[in-house]
Nanobody
Framework: QVQLVESGGGLVQAGGSLSLSCAVSGRTFDNTNMAWFRQAPEKEREFVAAIRWSTGATDYANSVKGRFTVSRVLAKNTVYLQMDNLRPEDTAVYSC?????????????????????WGQGAQVTVSS
């Protein structure tokens, strides 16, 4: 059984920064991918960033590249999302997710249907 507990998020003005964390309990494996997705009201869920648990390899959606940073601390079993230079269009509920059985390819880690476990979601609101 894997559980994900998110913390962070909140309200910030455009240009500001927020961070999210996702603490994972339960066993992870070498072929584990972790990702952040977001969903704004009346919009589809979209990929934000992913990280390979074993190697630390990362990838980002074009819309956040250069502004967001995903990282993990193995000893804490925690994944982070640092969000800088936030824009109003970044407003959404952000969720972390774990996929314990996939390769590190864009077609897998960018697909929310591949993920088995999800955090509870954290609201990020960016005012203009």
């Amino acid at each position: 059984q894997v559980q994900l507990v998110e913390s962070g998020g909140g309200l910030v003005q455009a240009g500001g920064s927020l961070s999210l964390s996702c603490a994972v309990s339960g066993r992870t494996f070498d072929n584990t991918n972790m990702a952040w997705f977001r969903q704004a009201p009346e919009k589809e869920r979209e990929f934000v960033a992913a990280i390979r648990w074993s190697t630390g390899a990362t990838d980002y959606a074009n819309s956040v590249k250069g502004r967001f940073t995903v990282s993990r601390v193995l000893a804490k079993n925690t994944v982070y999302l640092q969000m800088d230079n936030l824009r109003p269009e970044d407003t959404a509920v952000y969720s972390c997710a774990v996929d314990r059985s996939s390769s590190w390819t864009a077609s897998t880690y960018r697909d929310f249907r591949r993920y088995d476990y999800w955090g509870q979601g954290a609201q990020v609101t960016v005012s203009s």
